[in-house]
């Protein structure tokens, strides 16, 4: 079986959302950790794919039409997650994705 690795692009790297994905096992890197801030979004996926690891950001039109060019053009990366961005702030309900 093979173990959840995870990308997240700078506009999703909430503090409290990776430390979460941390604490339940997940290995998340960071646009920040990986010198990736203020890239183009193709280089974050590009960069998630050369490691193994599966995009998540909050970019879902974005990252829909670069997914849509990449596989006509016959290239592969190991996914995207994408989730529209919600108030993480304590009382609120953080979305509607599950990861």
Same mark, same amino acid.
């Given at each position: ?20 994905? +941390? ?6 890197? !960071? ?7 203020? +890239? +183009? ?25 670069? &997914?849509?060019?990449? !596989? ?5 990366? %190991?996914?995207?997650?994408? !989730? +529209?961005? &919600? ?10 994705? %599950?990861?």
């Amino acid at each position: 079986m093979s173990r959840l690795r995870l990308y997240v692009d700078e506009d999703a790297m909430d503090g409290d959302v990776v430390r979460g994905l +941390r604490s339940r096992g997940i290995d998340v890197a !960071t646009a920040a950790e990986a010198g990736m801030i203020r +890239r +183009r979004d193709e280089d974050h996926l590009s960069f998630a794919t050369v490691q193994g690891r599966v995009l998540y950001s909050f970019k879902v039109g974005d990252f829909h039409e670069i &997914h849509t060019a990449w !596989t006509a053009s016959g290239r592969d990366h %190991c996914g995207i997650v994408l !989730t +529209r961005q &919600h108030d993480t702030r304590p009382g609120n309900r953080f979305g509607d994705c %599950c990861v």
